[in-house]
């Protein structure tokens, strides 16, 4: 039996948007297949034994090339399909995807009852795009046609969200020892840097935009994939799982009871206290995530958005490290008005918040938010900056014209392990400032990322291995 739809994305690890999209559709009834692309040797020929009538790409801003080359392609090979492209970036981007490619449909809002109006009208002889709200298209003599927001979807208990569209066709992905599971959506605060702010205002009025499965669907959806595959590990990967503290207080005892695997969650620093801390660790929490971001409060408060103290963020790691539990920080370089000395202020506020595990990325400027605007009223950015001069990856290319971007970003490649060792940033901090090692410190990047994953997440050094060779392309970024 054909497929309704075949999802199609880049990276080989379950999207939680298609997860969820997956089970309102098989709710009602429709079917649907997926292929990743980094593991199929010929997708055209994947696709075409399928034979899809419609494909739907998840993607995000960082993949828009990617996007627009494959949507060619595939339109080149089986021209009669219908393409539709979902996901952040198709909310934030909905013109600027329809003009840069052959795409038929863009759902510029979140998709579960979207895609299901969707597919019930493009059955039809004489589909009518006009009345489902969510969606951007060109009609036949090129004109765009912007439809109104939909509605947020709230959470079903009815529905439980199954990993198996990708373990029955990519088997090696349950193989992972880490399984990830969301158990909400959005988030309540508003940094400048996150999406989150944004998508905040574009959905204002259209419903509760930060929403949380029942503690009961959500084990029940754990549940479920811990009777079926092996999992030593689990990843709570929630924009901000510590949010309601009543919820997880009911949930993390419940877990214990039924699943009762280690796992690592996110937090942020000025919501943690002692009880929490304490329930996260006897519940089995081995790694907590936050975001440090960067060391100068200046830049963190007034740039980022996000007004948290220095003296907060150290006490929350110290408060974690007391009960056992290891630290692992996001911190990003290449901030605007950044300069060395706030780049090395960045592995200080860490080694002080005793981190186990830094995480480092390069700030992204996405285009027409206000802090990419800032970026371009300081010269940082070009005046006419868009999606098409966006990096690959926000792990090795920086498009900010900021002063000794070589060398922060040299900061940004050792920050791992001058965090993990300060006698080694005691003694060769000074090295950030030569450039002829810029090669050697790429390569010292990439192990650190290898050693992050292997011990945040407690897994072998063969997982770890085996999952940095799937995502490779999110180092050297995609094609």
């Not at 002889?125 to 060109?138: F, N, T, V």
């Not at 799982?241 to 039924?258: C, H, Q, R, V």
């Not at 963190?300 to 963020?313: A, G, P």
Request: glycine fraction near 4%; aromatic fraction near 14%; charge should be positive.
């Amino acid at each position: 039996m054909k497929p309704d739809i075949v999802f199609y994305q880049q990276y080989a690890v379950p999207y939680f948007g298609i997860l969820a999209l997956n089970g309102h559709l098989r709710q009602k009834g429709f079917k649907a297949d997926l292929i990743i692309d980094s593991l199929e040797k010929d997708v055209i020929k994947t696709l075409k034994s399928i034979e899809p009538e419609v494909i739907g790409i998840s993607a995000m801003s960082t993949e828009h090339t990617w996007l627009i080359k494959r949507i060619n392609l595939i339109k080149e090979a089986i021209p009669e399909v219908k393409i539709i492209v979902g996901g952040v970036h198709a909310i934030f981007y909905p013109v600027e995807i329809l003009k840069s490619a052959p795409v038929d449909i863009v759902c510029h809002s979140e998709g579960e009852e979207v895609l299901v109006k969707l597919l019930e009208e493009l059955v039809k002889s004489s589909p009518d795009l006009s009345k489902i709200d969510g969606i951007a298209y060109s009609d036949k003599s090129g004109e765009i046609h912007l439809n109104d927001r939909a509605m947020l979807v709230p959470f079903n208990d009815e529905i439980i969200e199954d990993r198996d569209i990708y373990y029955n066709r990519y088997p090696q992905i349950a193989q992972d020892e880490v399984h990830r599971f969301f158990s909400s959506r959005g988030c309540p605060y508003k940094c400048s840097f996150c999406y989150n702010a944004n998508i905040h205002d574009i959905f204002h009025g259209k419903g509760k935009y930060v929403r949380q499965k029942s503690v009961s669907n959500f084990l029940n959806e754990i549940e479920l994939q811990h009777k079926k595959y092996s999992m030593k590990s689990v990843f709570f990967y929630d924009d901000l799982f510590t949010f309601d503290k009543k919820w997880l207080a009911e949930f993390l005892i419940k877990y214990k009871e039924k699943i009762n695997v280690p796992f690592m969650c996110t937090t942020r620093a000025n919501l943690i206290d002692e009880n929490t801390v304490k329930i996260l660790k006897d519940a089995g929490c081995r790694t907590v995530s936050f975001g440090v971001e960067t060391g100068t409060y200046e830049i963190r408060s007034k740039i980022l958005k996000k007004d948290i103290s220095d003296q907060k963020i150290i006490e929350c790691g110290n408060l974690f490290n007391k009960y056992g539990v290891k630290v692992q920080t996001a911190n990003m370089f290449c901030l605007p008005d950044e300069t060395v000395k706030d780049a090395l202020k960045t592995i200080e506020i860490n080694i002080k918040t005793k981190t186990d595990f830094a995480f480092s990325a390069l700030f992204m400027p996405f285009p027409k938010t206000a802090i990419t605007e800032y970026c371009i009223s300081k010269g940082y950015l070009k005046s006419d900056y868009d999606i098409i001069d966006m990096p690959a990856s926000f792990l090795t290319d920086s498009v900010l014209k900021i002063p000794d971007k070589k060398k922060i970003m040299n900061v940004h490649f050792l920050s791992y392990f001058f965090i993990k060792h300060p006698f080694l940033f005691k003694t060769f901090k000074w090295c950030v400032r030569i450039s002829f090692f810029n090669k050697i410190y790429y390569y010292i990047f990439l192990l650190s990322n290898l050693l992050r994953h292997k011990g945040e997440r407690g897994i072998s050094f063969f997982a770890a291995i085996r999952f940095a060779w799937r995502l490779r392309k999110s180092f050297k970024g995609n094609d």
